[in-house]
């Protein structure tokens, strides 16, 4: 993903970890919280199989519909 398009996408990530902020529910291995801004970086690497940099670039759409997703559905 070239440096314009990878921007966009951090700043889509960083509205979505603060939306997803105190709405994931706790889990055992996070006694003080979750991060939701890693929670939703994870979650694109594990959908895309790749970091969000690495993605291509016609592929950005998908991405930030998945990070919407991701918002509707705090898991």
Do not use: C
Request: proline share 8%.
């Amino acid at each position: 993903m070239n440096s314009e398009n990878a921007k966009i996408v951090w700043k889509y990530i960083q509205k979505a970890g603060d939306d997803l902020q105190g709405k994931l529910p706790s889990h055992p291995n996070h006694p003080k919280g979750r991060n939701p801004y890693a929670h939703v970086a994870l979650e694109i690497k594990t959908h895309f199989q790749m970091t969000y940099k690495d993605i291509p670039d016609e592929k950005i759409d998908q991405v930030l519909e998945y990070i919407d997703y991701l918002k509707k559905n705090p898991s």
